[in-house]
């Protein structure tokens, strides 16, 4: 069972930057595609970014493309999502996700292991 943690959310200005970090509990994680999706208040969760299981593929929807890097480290069984030119339609509940496959995709039902989420607030 992969169990995943993140952290990092907080408040920022609009135009800030942050670093949210996903840890997971698996040695196997190497061997998983990760995902970043995000929540806010009445709507649903949304996909934001996805990274393979080596690093060298990834995807991101096109409402944070060119803001957001999403990276991982598969010695610390860590992933990343780098958040730059934060905008106030970017707060969300941020939500790190893990797939039983090395390939990614960008559905929400794909993705089997989920965090708990951290909050992104981003203030005009």
């Known amino acids: 069972q992969e169990q995943l943690v993140e952290s990092g959310g907080g408040l920022v200005q609009a135009g800030g930057s942050l670093r949210l970090s996903c840890a997971a509990s698996?040695?196997?994680?190497?061997?998983?595609?990760m995902g970043w999706f995000r929540q806010a208040p009445g709507k649903e969760r949304e996909f934001v970014a996805a990274?393979?299981?080596?690093?060298?593929?990834?995807d991101y929807a096109g409402s944070v493309k060119g803001r957001f890097t999403i990276s991982r480290d598969n010695a610390k069984n860590m992933m990343y999502l780098q958040m730059n030119s934060l905008k106030p339609e970017d707060t969300a509940v941020y939500y790190c996700?893990?797939?039983?496959?090395?390939?990614?995709?960008?559905?929400?039902?794909?993705?089997?292991?989920w965090g708990q989420g951290t909050q992104v607030t981003v203030s005009s």
């Open positions: 996700a893990a797939r039983v496959s090395p390939k990614i995709v960008t559905y929400r039902d794909e993705y089997a292991y």
């Open positions: 698996e040695r196997t994680f190497s061997n998983f595609a």
């Open positions: 990274i393979n299981w080596s690093g060298y593929s990834t």
